[in-house]
T-cell receptor, first 118, second 110 residues
Framework: NAGVMQNPRHLVRRRGQEARLRCSPM?????VYWYRQLPEEGLKFMVY????????ESGMPKERFSAEFPKEGPSILRIQQVVRGDSAAYFC????????????????FGAGSRLTVL | QKEVEQNSGPLSVPEGAIASLNCTYS??????FFWYRQYSGKSPELIMS????GDKEDGRFTAQLNKASQYVSLLIRDSQPSDSATYLC??????????FGTGTRLQVFP
């Protein structure tokens, strides 16, 4: 049973290029979360999606960043016109269900995609 | 005020000792609380979850939750050098996203 799959694991882009990060959730999980982690810092929430719906994008920068989770295929985090400050590890996590009670909100993380902007 | 606060450390403990990691949170409506461990260069992995007041034990780990004080802690008994990592406290929000603290770096020395 594969876990959360992220690719690419490492991505190098020059300033102004586009970066696309992909995430396939665990089997049976329909909730996907994206987090960004700068070196020596904590995980910063970016966006929470269900299939074909963005539930909470309060952590997404207003420009250049977008996310989707189509009916078929992986979730994609897209960064347009990358700048050096976008260099970070981007983690995707999935969960089987939100809400309250035992088992709710348990996130399983992928290995991360490390973006380097030259 | 940060939503989830942790002391960044490092917290240094000798092998075999008890390590105590603490976390406070601001949202009184939070219902789910988690401790994740993250080794350098790796992804976070779930250590403990706790949903009700009191203690929850799993092997060498004990999570403690006090909703009235908005406080959650993690105790690691018989600490081992392999426990050296950053421990992240996470709390759910009213929109079901998890908010993470900045983490406490634990160092267990032989």
């Amino acid at each position: 049973n594969a876990g959360v799959m992220q690719n690419p694991r490492h991505l190098v882009r020059r300033r102004g290029q586009e970066a696309r990060l992909r995430c396939s959730p665990m089997k049976g999980h329909s909730h996907v979360y994206w987090y960004r982690q700068l070196p020596e810092e904590g995980l910063k929430f970016m966006v929470y999606l269900q299939k074909e719906n963005i539930i909470d994008e309060s952590g997404m920068p207003k420009e250049r960043f977008s996310a989707e989770f189509p009916k078929e295929g992986p979730s994609i985090l897209r960064i347009q016109q990358v700048v050096r400050g976008d260099s970070a590890a981007y983690f995707c996590a999935s969960s089987p269900r939100p809400g309250t009670g035992a088992g709710a909100n348990v996130l399983t993380f992928g290995a991360g995609s490390r973006l380097t902007v030259l | 005020q940060k939503e989830v606060e942790q002391n960044s450390g490092p917290l240094s403990v000798p092998e075999g000792a008890i390590a105590s990691l603490n976390c406070t949170y601001s949202d009184r409506g939070s219902q789910s609380f988690f401790w994740y461990r993250q080794y350098s260069g790796k992804s976070p992995e779930l250590i403990m979850s706790i949903y009700s007041n009191g203690d929850k034990e799993d092997g060498r780990f004990t999570a403690q939750l006090n909703k009235a004080s908005q406080y959650v802690s993690l105790l690691i008994r018989d600490s081992q050098p392999s426990d050296s990592a950053t421990y992240l406290c996470a709390v759910n929000s009213n929109t079901d996203k998890l908010i993470f603290g900045t983490g406490t770096r634990l160092q267990v020395f032989p």
